[in-house]
């Protein structure tokens, strides 16, 4: 498995939010932007708790199987490579979203005189942090969850061992 790279997530949210941007622009020439819901950060906020209390209670359990504590709780392989998935799923997710709310965001920040829209921009700022919170949980089970190295007998650029 590929470990996520920053530069595709940070293109993800560059490219999501100048779409996102002439979106709303064309949007509302033509009629009335939609609303950026409430529930945007609260559910971006709820995955990064997710992610997050799941690296720690893997990186707690990993410490304590390498420390051979009596009575500690193995990581099983499988349930770890499914909790780096679903971790990098997030993040690209989060990337497209806090991207387009970015976007919004931006446009937004022309029409602050109007109350309903200044609630908006509100919203769209907070649904990027929630996203950002999200990629760095993210980022941070994946490094909990990455094996340790053995560069003695694969040193870079050699051929793996048969």
């Known amino acids: 498995m590929r470990e996520l790279r920053i530069r595709l997530l940070a293109g993800v949210f560059v490219v999501a939010g100048i779409l996102s941007w002439a979106g709303a622009r064309l949007w509302n020439s033509i009629g009335t932007l939609p609303s950026v819901p409430l529930a945007a950060p609260i559910v971006l906020a709820l995955i990064a708790v997710v992610l997050l209390s799941t690296a720690l209670s893997l990186r707690a359990r990993l410490r304590a199987q390498r420390e051979r504590r009596p009575g500690a709780k193995g990581v099983d392989p499988l349930m770890a490579a499914r909790a780096v998935v679903f971790g990098q799923a997030s993040a690209l997710v989060a990337a497209l979203v806090s991207g387009m709310y970015g976007g919004t965001g ?36 994946e490094r909990v969850c990455k094996l340790p190295e053995d560069e003695d ?7 793996p061992a048969a």
């Open 153 to 159: 007998q694969n040193p870079p650029g050699a051929e």
């Open 106 to 141: 931006v446009f937004l920040l022309e029409l602050l005189d109007i109350s309903a829209r200044r609630d908006q921009a509100v919203y769209a700022g907070f649904s990027v942090l929630a996203g950002i919170g999200v990629i760095a949980a993210a980022l941070f089970l």
